[in-house]
């Protein structure tokens, strides 16, 4: 044996005898492991009190149960979502920061607002779907329209005026893609805030909204406002007696305001696959559905792979909505 041949030998048998000896966390940090070894943080980039907010601390507490180590929520509110997500973007991709992220964040504002602090396509790995709420169509009891074909034909003839809790929001989303569907044209009226919307409806000033469950559905079981229908792909449990838009003549229409999951960019998959199995798991306990639901949320995990396309189908659709209405708004 040659000399050359001699040192192959040997350093295969040493190579052998390492990854035998020495910890494979140590030689392979990207594999889960003993994930995780200290607290983990979920970014929630609204306010406390919130949907996402409770979302998160619901998934945190049972998360930390299941995994042994402390789940911390910590509320960075500000510019609209973009602070928040933003911090998110830029932390490390190790599997203990993690985002509450949003279809407004990750969906919506990347066609509508320029200068994010993110890459919405870029910044992130998905981890799991945690749930979706469903906006109502309501309308003042005096218009003359009590389902979607009738407020369409209506629409055609006289002009209509709908409220939003501002420019990019779901409420506003949800028209502007109901007016490309339907084929008619109404007049934006943005405003501060839900409430201030629902108000100016009530008091007959605006024709309409889309409001979230589940202020929506107690609006329209008081009888203040009619519900017309409800925008996601199915009857919701909330109000079971209204129908969708998609099956009043507008098939495609399906507006789900939804939160999930996300990992910085480079996190590595086992950590992301780790997650994605904790939080269907989370999920699919009657406990924590039933908590969920009573909040006005539709709970529903995805695989990784399931929620990346579901987000890219959600951005390319708003996308061709905002586009299409020459919507844009600064970075807020």
């Given at each position: 044996?040659?000399?050359?041949?001699?040192?192959?030998?040997?350093?295969?048998?040493?190579?052998?005898?390492?990854?035998?000896?020495?910890?494979?966390?140590?030689?392979?940090?990207?594999?889960?492991?003993?994930?995780?070894?200290?607290?983990?943080?979920?970014?929630?980039?609204?306010t406390p009190g919130g949907t996402s907010?409770?979302l998160a601390r619901t998934v945190a507490?049972?998360?930390?149960?299941?995994?042994?180590?402390?789940?911390?929520?910590?509320?960075?509110?500000?510019?609209?979502?973009?602070?928040?997500?933003?911090?998110?973007?830029?932390?490390?991709?190790?599997?203990?920061?993690?985002?509450?992220?949003?279809?407004?964040?990750?969906?919506?504002?990347?066609?509508?607002?320029?200068?994010?602090?993110?890459?919405?396509?870029?910044?992130?790995?998905?981890?799991?779907?945690?749930?979706?709420?469903?906006?109502?169509?309501?309308?003042?009891?005096?218009?003359?329209?009590?389902?979607?074909?009738?407020?369409?034909?209506?629409?055609?003839?006289?002009?209509?005026?709908?409220?939003?809790?501002?420019?990019?929001?779901?409420?506003?989303?949800?028209?502007?893609?109901?007016?490309?569907?339907?084929?008619?044209?109404?007049?934006?009226?943005?405003?501060?805030?839900?409430?201030?919307?629902?108000?100016?409806?009530?008091?007959?000033?605006?024709?309409?909204?889309?409001?979230?469950?589940?202020?929506?559905?107690?609006?329209?079981?008081?009888?203040?406002?009619?519900?017309?229908?409800?925008?996601?792909?199915?009857?919701?449990?909330?109000?079971?007696?209204?129908?969708?838009?998609?099956?009043?003549?507008?098939?495609?229409?399906?507006?789900?305001?939804?939160?999930?999951?996300?990992?910085?960019?480079?996190?590595?998959?086992?950590?992301?696959?780790?997650?994605?199995?904790?939080?269907?798991?989370?999920?699919?306990?009657?406990?924590?559905?039933?908590?969920?639901?009573?909040?006005?949320?539709?709970?529903?995990?995805?695989?990784?792979?399931?929620?990346?396309?579901?987000?890219?189908?959600?951005?390319?659709?708003?996308?061709?909505?905002?586009?299409?209405?020459?919507?844009?708004?600064?970075?807020?």
């Amino acid at each position: 044996m040659d000399f050359s041949s001699a040192i192959r030998v040997i350093g295969s048998r040493l190579l052998a005898v390492l990854s035998f000896a020495v910890p494979l966390g140590w030689l392979a940090p990207a594999c889960a492991g003993n994930y995780p070894e200290h607290p983990i943080k979920i970014i929630v980039p609204f306010t406390p009190g919130g949907t996402s907010d409770v979302l998160a601390r619901t998934v945190a507490e049972q998360m930390a149960l299941d995994l042994g180590q402390p789940v911390i929520v910590e509320n960075r509110p500000g510019a609209g979502s973009a602070l928040g997500t933003g911090v998110a973007a830029r932390s490390a991709p190790d599997g203990y920061t993690l985002l509450m992220g949003s279809s407004s964040a990750l969906a919506v504002n990347p066609a509508l607002v320029d200068d994010l602090p993110y890459d919405a396509a870029r910044s992130f790995a998905p981890v799991s779907l945690v749930a979706g709420i469903q906006n109502i169509l309501l309308v003042n009891p005096s218009l003359p329209v009590r389902n979607v074909q009738e407020l369409i034909a209506y629409g055609k003839t006289h002009k209509l005026f709908f409220a939003s809790a501002g420019t990019g929001s779901s409420p506003h989303m949800s028209a502007e893609l109901f007016e490309a569907l339907a084929g008619i044209e109404m007049t934006h009226v943005p405003f501060k805030g839900g409430p201030q919307a629902l108000s100016e409806v009530v008091a007959g000033r605006v024709d309409l909204v889309f409001d979230n469950m589940p202020t929506a559905a107690t609006m329209v079981k008081s009888g203040q406002l009619r519900g017309l229908a409800v925008t996601g792909a199915h009857v919701s449990p909330m109000v079971p007696d209204i129908p969708t838009v998609a099956s009043q003549g507008l098939p495609g229409y399906d507006v789900t305001v939804w939160y999930g999951l996300m990992a910085p960019a480079g996190t590595p998959q086992a950590i992301v696959d780790t997650l994605g199995k904790e939080t269907a798991a989370i999920l699919a306990r009657d406990d924590i559905r039933k908590k969920l639901i009573g909040i006005g949320t539709e709970p529903q995990s995805m695989t990784p792979a399931e929620f990346g396309a579901f987000i890219d189908g959600e951005r390319t659709k708003w996308a061709q909505v905002i586009n299409k209405a020459g919507i844009k708004t600064a970075a807020r």
